[in-house]
Every structure is written in C-alpha cells, then in structure tokens.
C-alpha cells in the first residue's frame, strides 16, 4: 500500500506548474492573435500538423527513449515528421498512394495505430503499465517543451512577416520552385520545373518534407515555404535546448556522485542548482546554434568599430554576408569561400539542403545521446566493476534490433536523401559514440570492433533501403575528392574557429586532468620514458600486452603486461563528457578536413573548395555550439577551480557577444520588425511574391526600374497560370544563368519549363563531369530560336520536340534581345543580367502569336536602367534620374496556348 501511494504521489502533477504552463501558455497564444494577424491561423493548422505527428510517433520515442527528462516527446516530435512524410513518399514513389492531403492524414493514422498497438503489445508482454514512466516531473517537461517551441515558432513567424518576397538575389527561385513542383505533384519523383520531362536530380528531400507538411496541413506552398523555414529554427532551437539541458542534467548528477555532493535549493527555491544550470546550458545552446554568429562579427562589427570612433576615423559599414564570406587562398587572396551558419541562413530565407536537414541532424544527435543515456548504468558497471559484456550470436542480434541503433540508421538514410554531405559526416559521428561506448562495455577488446563493425553494417544496409526510393532516380553531381592545393590563412581561420576550439580544448584538458588524478598518475608513477607503469582500474584488452602466468596449481592466466592510454581515458569519462568531447573532435575535424581535400565539382581554382567548407563548416558551427554552452555551464556553476570558472565566464561573454549578430543581419536584410502594424504583411509567399522584387533592382552601378503596371501584370500572369493550367503543363521561356529574374513563371508556379536557370541545371546534370553538360546547351539553343526565329516550322519542331503548351513572353525575353550601354559603350545589361550565353535578337512576337491562341494579354510595360547615385539619407544607392536612362523601351506581355 505504501509503495502505491508513493507512485501516486510521483503521478500527482504540480499544481503550481501546471497553472504556470498554463497561464504562458495562454499569454503565449494571446501574443500570437495579436502580431500575427491573418497568419495566426495558418501558423495553428502548421503547429497542430506537428503536434499529431508528435502524438502519433510518442510511444515508439518513449519506449526507446524513456530516460529523456520529457520521456522522449522532442524525439517524438521530429520523428514523426521524419517517418510519416517518409511513408507515404516510399507510397507515392511505387505508385500505390498518391500525395496529396487526405493520404497524407491516411499514413499518419495508419502509423499512430501501429505505434499505439505495438506499445501496448509491449506492455502487455513485459506485464507494464502503459506509460508508466511517465512521473510528474516528465509530464511537466512535455508541457514545457510544447509551450516553448510555440513561443519560438510565434516569434520567429512574426519576424519572417517583414520579407517574405521570393526574390531573386539568392536561390529563392530554386527552393521556392521546388517546393512548387512537389505540392503540384500525385507521384515521386516529381518533375524539374526548369528541366520538363526529366525528375529533379537534386537533394530536396527536405524540401518535400515542407511539402508534406503543407498537404498535412492544408496550406499553400506561399505558406509553406516561409513555415517549414520557420519550424526548422525553432524546432532546432527546442531540440537544442533539450541537448544541453540533458547532457547538463545527467553531467552534473555523475559530477555530485563522484565528488559525493549533495543536490541542493537554488535561490530559496525547491529547483536544484543543477535543473537551473540545465535550464540556462539549454536556452544559450539554442541562441548559440540559432542565434549567434561567429567572432568575425565581434571583431569587425564591434571592437573594430569602436577602435575607428576612438581614433576619429571614419567608421565601416559592416553588411552581415561578411562574417560567410571571410576565408580566402593564402597564396593569392582570392576566395572568399562560404562558410554559413543557421542564423544567416534564416535571415536570408534560402531552404536550401544544409538548412532543412537541421531538424535530421538535431534528432540523430538526440537519438545517440539517447542511445548513450540507455547505456549509462552498464557503462557504470563497466568502469566500476570491471563486468564486462561477451559478445556472442545472441547478443549480437539483440543489439541489432536495439530501438536506437534501428532509428539512428534509419535517420541516416533520410539525411541521405536531404543532404549528401551529411550523411558521412554523422555516420562517422554515430560511429564514434557507438565504438567509443562499446569499449567501454565491452574492455576495448575484439569484442569491440565485432559489435562496432555489426552496427556499421546494419547502419549501411538500413540507411541504403531507406533512401532507394530516392537514389534510383539520382544522378550523382561531384566528380570525386581531390587533394586540397589552395589553403586558408591562419588568420581567418582562428577568427572563425579559436572560440569554440579553445572551449573544446579546455573541456580535454579538465577531463585529463580528473583522468590522470583518479587513476592516481602523477610523475612519480611514469617511468623515463614517460609511460605509465600501471592502472590498476584498467582490465586487459585490445592493444594490451599479455603476459602469460603460470600457477601454483598448473593453472595459466593471463594478466596485463602493458596499458592502453586511450581506452582508460575514455573509460573514465562521465556520459556527458564522452558525448561531448566527440562532438568536438568530429567539429574540429571537419574544420581540419576543409584544409586537405576537397569534393569535386563545377567549382575551380582557389573556389575548388567552396562546397566542401560550405557545407562542411556549417555542421561544425552547429556541434561547436552545443560543445560551448555545455561546456560554460557546467564550469560555471559545477566548476572544480576558480582558474576553471573565470575561464569559462570569459567565454560565455563571447559567446554572448556573437548572438548580436541576428539582430545586425535583421536590420541590414529584413528591417524593423518593432513595427506591429500587420497591414500588408502576410507569410503566404503568394500575396507579395513580385512586389518589391520585380519594381526596383540595382547592380553594380546600374538601376533597373520597372513601371507599376508590369509589377501588377507579373503578378496577375503567375495567378492565371496557377488557376488555368495544368500542373504538368510545359511552359517557354527564356532561360538565364543564375540569381537573375529570369525563369519566373515556372519558378512560382511548379509547372515545368524547358530550360530555366541553366548553370543550376549544369550543377545537377553534369554526371560527376565539369563539362558543360550538351542536353543544357541544347535546350538553351531550342529556346534562343523558338524567340527568334522567323520560321513556323523550325517553332513548331521546337514545340513538338519539348512538348510545349504555353508560350510566356515578358520583359526578360524582351530585353534579352536588345544591347544596352553606359556611357563608355559597354553592355551593361548582358554583363549583369544576361551572361554570355544568352545573346539573342529581338523577340518575334507576331510568329509567337500566330502559334497558338493568346490566352493571357497583359498589354505594354516600361522598363528603364538609369545610372546609381549614393544617398547619404537613406545610407544607400538610388537612381541617378537626373540623368538620362541607360536604357528605356516599352514591352509587350501575353501568354500564347499553343495549337497542336
């Protein structure tokens, strides 16, 4: 009877906290009506998608993740997106079960009944109580949890309201089309939008991820867009924080059993010191990962600029792409590679691979943290008692089916599909934790690289089958690794990295430290050369040297002639510390990787490395930010010196200080979001996808202005189109290199067009070559001659060739055709907006017209290049107008339904 009471008392929830959660809950949904506006609705129904996909999957992350402080709920969360958009993508590839929002609730039902059956199943068999597990303290993490990310998700909405255009300056136009092409399609793979008739050869699983979530939720692709962009930084912050805030949890309970202190009120409260170092560790790991940038930005957008108003120089604007730009060649200075990190890139907007794969990489690392924490108590025996695990047949195959190694090879798959790069990066990260806790449980003997090897092997067959459906219809896009022969300088390289490293390094040296004081080390115990003599704590095993004794009894034993350094450190590293400490290592090889080969691709010269550190260096930022804010916390509030905790303060205010960075970027790139006005503002992309974009654009000294009527009749074509035609109809248009608004129907819509931004297109068709690939030249030719020609029956070749339906004529296949000068007789308008490729003559619209029936007529537009000025008012470049235009013309605009 006690025992029961004393189970009902830990099921009894906190009245306290539950009105507290309930109350923020409340403001938080109170503040969202009020500065979201119309948005408040569509951010709900996104919310309540992955609300069910959590519910649905939260048996399957509970029984395998029950030791999670929330019982696995954030797991739950991610994976549900993850499994059940996968489901019905393996459906929709075999042509069983088309894509669209009734199938999509049909999948995510099907998989909550079989979690839901399975759960019970188990229960029923192991005689449990259905989420028995599930204390009041769990519950009210659960709770927690899901009022945060809410707020985060609120806010992070709120400040994408203020730009939510698809321009053309980055690859918007790529994503956004993307994005368009999957809501428009029943079947995977779905159709290029600039490539018609042929699959998109590019990793955008992730980008069909959006799009599930847009089925499931009912929205459009203008909402999509923006809300998945948004769902990735906040779901990734929460997951974050739930990192650190375990990692902190579980860290400092093994700090307080080997220093035997004991837990502690905080501030007069009944919360422990260590839950409110949990608590902090957690929100600076998700501003640190999120929100911050790196030193670049402390250096040359604070110290330097308070050094030049010290001395009255003349201060430098400094604009937020810098701190992505910064390494150059140490040879020739050229480069100005990429390096991004998350808050760039959602200030930016782009959803491109690296970003939508985030909320992969934040659950793998849950899932092995995970996996680690299940393991705590025979790691424990292991150091403590020296039982270690024989691996045999039995054993094996119970490994293979453990939860975790199943889910985490599973998740290496889906990372597959979103972005190649970071399916060898966490490979090898899962395959580090895994061998490093299976030395520990089993002496760092054969027996370790038996079940190390078995768990690679089962991560690369899994991984393999799921993500089939995908590279079936896959092309690779590099032409394999080469020796790295430009490098970057020292300089920039510890501008970028010497924070997070010197943390890093600061946490080894503090864990050798306790190592060589528990194992009693000292110099007295190492012989001349430096070796220690012994460890008694240290059992034989693998790289040991054995000793073979003989007995009194006749008996032969074996005993250790010899130590292995490397397994005794590991051996006595608390959980946390060995999960940490590997995700430094992995982050600071990666960093070391980008300085000695590089994958081949389209890119040349001392730009040969720009992907490799691009997509390298963004995972490194990441694993570096939750490596920081676990390793500041715990010195700071659990430190063992004083020398360690003033160390750690002075990093924790640097790390502080790059979080200035988000809100340096949001005023160059979005704005003032104070303003709370909501009129106008909206995230469906659709309600301001050309206004503000197509109206006024200036590069490199010259400034292109278009008339209201055409901004108005861009936008009225790409609603025609959407609301008229078939979603697999092939439109023409006149392609362009890329980052130039060419391409903008098809991009907008999804329908698929013959060619569009044709360098993108030479990226991803080049079949591991750096050749200009002959089916791209070939439809850009089709297309220069299907404007031009003056033959019916070359247009109608063309058209029969490509399959064509519609024929779309606009300013850009206008103005592709005509020569504008400055006033040295340069072309201006090819060297910024056409390339070298695209040279034309004038668009024969009467041969254009005679195709077919005009089904849309949007009259004559102006457009005009004027000459720039620097506005000292508006800190910015302006038009000349004093002066008279580059270039002027009037342009016809129509849409032609072809006859055939």
């Known amino acids: 009877m006690a025992k029961y009471v004393a189970n009902k008392q830990n099921k009894d929830l906190p009245i306290v906290s539950v009105i507290v959660i309930f109350f923020m809950t409340l403001f938080t949904l109170l503040l969202g009506k009020k500065y979201l506006g119309v948005d408040f609705s569509p951010v709900m129904k996104w919310w309540f998608a992955m609300f069910a996909a959590g519910v649905a999957f939260f048996p399957l992350a509970h029984a395998a993740f029950n030791r999670f402080s929330d019982g696995g709920y954030m797991i739950a969360k991610a994976l549900g997106i993850e499994v059940g958009s996968w489901f019905i993508w393996t459906l929709a590839t075999a042509r069983i079960m088309k894509f669209n929002h009734t199938n999509t609730w049909i999948c995510l039902a099907v998989c909550a009944v079989l979690n839901y059956g399975l759960y019970a199943f188990r229960c029923y068999k192991k005689q449990k109580t259905p989420f028995g597990e599930l204390d009041s303290k769990k519950i009210i993490r659960i709770l927690y949890y899901e009022v945060l990310f809410l707020a985060v998700f609120f806010f992070f909405c709120y400040f994408k309201s203020f730009r939510v255009t698809i321009t053309n300056d980055t690859e918007k136009y790529m994503d956004f089309g993307f994005l368009a092409s ?32 847009g089925k499931l939720s009912g929205l459009s692709a203008g909402y999509a867009y923006n809300l998945d962009l948004m769902m990735i930084c906040s779901l990734g912050f929460v997951q974050v924080y739930a990192i650190v805030a375990e990692l902190l949890k579980w860290g400092v309970e093994e700090h307080d059993r080997r220093k035997k202190l004991k837990d502690t009120s905080f501030m007069g409260t009944k919360t422990s010191l260590a839950e409110f170092c949990a608590h902090i560790g957690g929100t600076v790991g998700g501003l640190a990962v999120f929100i911050a940038g790196n030193m670049h930005y402390v250096l040359y957008a604070c110290i330097y600029p308070f050094m030049e108003r010290v001395m009255g120089l003349e201060e430098q604007f400094y604009w937020f792409p810098s701190s992505t730009r910064f390494i150059t060649d140490s040879k020739t200075g050229d480069g100005t590679l990429i390096h991004e990190f998350p808050s760039y890139s959602f200030v930016l907007g782009d959803l491109h691979a690296h970003v939508t794969d985030i909320t992969n ?14 393991r705590a108590a025979r790691m424990k025996a292991a150091r403590e008692n020296g039982t270690f695990e024989k691996v045999s047949k039995n054993y094996l195959i119970k490994e293979a089916i453990d939860p975790a ?17 970071d399916f060898p990066i966490y490979f090898v990260v899962s395959g580090a934790i895994l061998c490093f806790s299976n030395a520990v449980i089993t002496g760092f003997n054969k027996d370790t690289l038996i079940l190390t090897a078995m768990h690679a092997v089962e991560c690369l067959v899994i991984s393999t089958l799921i993500s089939l459906p995908f590279t079936l ?9 080469n020796v790295c022969y430009y490098h970057s300088n020292p300089y920039e390289l510890a501008v970028l990295w010497a924070l997070p490293v010197s943390v890093s390094i600061g946490l080894y040296v503090i864990s050798i430290n306790r190592y060589k004081q528990e194992a009693g080390i000292t110099e007295e115990s190492k012989s001349k050369k430096g070796k220690i003599k012994k460890d008694d704590s240290v059992k034989p095993g693998f790289l040991y040297k054995t000793e073979k004794n003989v007995n009194s009894d006749g008996t032969v034993t074996k005993s250790r002639g010899g130590i292995n350094h490397l397994y005794s450190f590991i051996n006595r590293l608390e959980t946390s510390d060995l999960f940490v400490l590997t995700l430094a290592v992995c982050a600071a090889g990666l960093v070391l990787m980008c300085e000695l080969i590089y994958v081949k691709d389209i890119y040349g010269g001392s730009y040969s490395r720009t992907n490799t550190m691009f997509k390298l260096a963004y995972q490194a930022f990441m694993m570096f930010g939750i490596v920081m804010s676990y390793g500041t916390a715990r010195l700071i509030f659990f430190w063992e010196t004083k020398k360690q905790r003033n160390l750690a303060i002075v990093a924790l205010v640097f790390i502080l200080w790059t979080f200035g960075y988000f809100g340096n970027a949001t005023v160059n790139y979005v704005g003032n979001i104070s303003d709370s006005d909501k009129a106008g503002r909206t995230l469906d992309s659709y309600n301001t996808i050309v206004q503000g974009e197509m109206g006024v654009n200036y590069i490199n000294g010259v400034f292109c202005k278009e008339s209201e009527e055409r901004t108005k009749v861009l936008d009225d074509m790409i609603k025609w189109v959407m609301e008229n035609t078939e979603v697999d109809s092939v439109i023409a248009q006149m392609p362009t290199t890329a980052y130039k608004p060419f391409a903008t129907i098809s991009a907008f819509t999804g329908r698929p067009a013959v060619i569009g931004w044709a360098n993108h297109e030479w990226l991803w068709r080049n079949g591991g070559t750096l050749e200009y690939p002959q089916i791209v030249a070939e439809r850009v030719e089709a297309m220069k001659r299907l404007y031009s020609t003056d033959s019916e029956a070359e247009a109608r070749e063309i058209i029969e060739k490509y399959d064509i339906d519609y024929i779309y004529v606009g300013y850009t296949e206008t103005l592709v055709g005509n020569d504008v000068v400055d006033g040295d007789g340069n072309d201006v308008y090819n060297r910024y907006y056409r390339g070298t490729w695209y040279k034309t003559v004038n668009v024969n619209n009467e041969l254009l017209k005679s195709l077919g029936t005009v ?12 000459p720039t000025k620097w506005s000292a008012e508006i800190d910015d470049w302006t038009a000349d107008t004093s002066r008279d235009p580059l270039y002027k013309t009037d342009f016809e605009t129509y849409i032609v339904k072809v006859n055939r």
Do not use: H
Request: with cysteine.
């Open 182 to 213: 999957l809501m428009n399609t029943d079947y995977m793979p779905a159709g290029d939008m600039w490539f018609s008739g042929e699959p998109i050869n590019y990793y955008y699983y992730g980008i069909y991820v959006a799009a599930y979530l």
């Open 361 to 374: 990489v934040m659950l793998i690392l849950s899932v092995l943290l995970g996996f680690l924490l299940n």
């Open 405 to 421: 190694i199943v889910i985490a090879s599973f998740l290496i798959g889906i990372i597959r599909m979103t972005n190649s790069w």
């Open 473 to 481: 219809f896959f092309d690779s896009m590099t032409a394999g690794i």
């Open 855 to 866: 089904v849309y007529d949007g009259g004559k537009c102006e457009f005009a290049m004027y």
